[in-house]
């Protein structure tokens, strides 16, 4: 596999200082409108402001701003703008996702649900704090989703680049929402497929975290058709392999660097590629200890070192990870079958090993 260059991908053209700038800014003027309806709104700018600019790896703006560099488009700060809205999808999701599975952390820092729920008990207020907290990061996670079509049609973008990134937008967004309740679904069935759990990862994560944000530039650059498909071709391989990387990080990943505690996946009960696998190869006695244990809130230290050990000698892990490798290398050979510009083809390579070798 190609190495990647010692300057992040995200970090190139000032990519990440560009739109957190351009976050920045928008929020500003959000909270100066929230203020003009109650000084009771000071929270929900806070929280957001907090959740969007304080952490997040900027991929999915990355993707895009590449994609649209790879098929012709000039840079400029509008488009950086306008790609800075993904920020607000992925805002979105997470701070739904957190509340469906009940995650006390993200990024180190309390979880939106749990940061309400404590302003309400230190506040005294009546009430279940748990239910004000809860109802707090539903209506933040979807004023995050209103507010990413605010910015992506409020960037100064010419009208007609608009309209034709509309479609890639809202199916983009269709997409992860159903890919969440899928998820969801999956959990309550105790479905334990490999095919499931590759379902609910495509459209959950992979698409909308590499495919969706290239056709997005794409669409902005009006691409031409060979463009898009090579686009597809390197994203959903790659996007697939991004949420491999993620499940392997939910179960054996570094507390300091994913900022959620060790093991967290397995005490939500994620029906993941990794557990399925885990769960085809193991033996009766491995899998009665695995599904028994799966989606534990309980589950200790001991218990998640046993669940690792078991998943590891079945070969899971392994199988994971070459998988990894298999969809990574997949990807970055549909690179090679269309013209793109020389840096945003290098750039995207580099994007693919980045999001595929981390480790938070």
């Known amino acids: 596999m190609t190495q990647a260059a010692p300057v992040s991908p995200v970090d190139r053209a000032g990519l990440r200082q560009r739109v957190d700038k351009a976050l ?44 649209f560099r790879g098929a012709g488009g000039v840079d ?20 739904h996702d957190d509340l469906m599975d009940r995650s006390d952390t993200r990024r180190g820092e309390p979880a939106v649900h749990r940061r309400f729920a404590a302003r309400h008990r230190q506040s005294g207020w009546g009430g279940d704090p748990d239910g004000f907290g809860d109802a707090a990061a539903l209506l933040l996670g979807d004023l995050c989703l209103v507010w ?22 809202d199916e983009m967004r269709t997409e992860v929402t159903v890919g969440q309740y899928l998820d969801v679904l999956t ?15 495509r459209y959950k994560s992979a698409k ?19 463009v898009r498909t090579a686009y597809s071709a390197y994203g959903l391989p790659l ?26 996946d397995l005490r939500e009960g994620k029906r993941t590629f990794l557990v399925a696998a885990a769960g085809e190869a193991t033996d009766d006695a491995g899998r009665e200890l695995l599904f028994s244990r799966l989606g534990d809130p309980e589950l200790d230290e001991q218990g998640v070192a046993r669940l690792r050990e078991l998943i590891t000698a ?32 290098q750039a995207l ?12």
Do not use: C, M, N
């Open 187 to 201: 959990q309550a069935t105790g479905d334990t497929s490999v095919e499931r759990a590759s379902k609910v990862a």
């Open 239 to 264: 996007g697939e392999a991004f949420q491999l990387r993620d499940d392997v990080l939910g179960v054996f990943g570094d507390p300091a660097l994913t900022g959620k505690p060790a093991g967290d």
């Open 148 to 169: 990413s079509d605010e910015l992506l049609h409020s960037s100064g973008l010419d009208l007609r680049a608009l309209a034709r990134a509309r479609p890639v937008f």
């Open 76 to 95: 400029g700060d509008q488009v950086v703008t306008a790609l800075a809205a993904l920020e607000f999808v992925q805002a979105s999701a997470l701070i």
């Open 24 to 67: 920045t800014e928008f929020l500003a003027g959000q909270r100066g409108r929230l203020a003009a309806v109650d000084d009771a709104l000071a929270p929900v700018a806070e929280a957001i402001e907090a959740f969007v600019l304080g952490g997040g790896k900027r991929l999915r703006p990355a993707f895009a701003y590449w994609g």
């Open 314 to 345: 079945s070969g899971a892990l392994a199988r994971t990870e070459q998988r990894i490798v298999t969809l990574t290398d997949s990807a970055l050979a549909a690179l090679t079958a269309v013209d793109l510009d020389t840096e945003a083809r």
């Open 349 to 360: 390579v580099d994007l693919a090993i980045a999001a595929t070798r981390r480790a938070d």
């Open 208 to 226: 909308y975290t590499v495919e969706r944000p290239l056709l997005l530039g794409a669409a902005l650059a009006d691409a031409t058709a060979d």
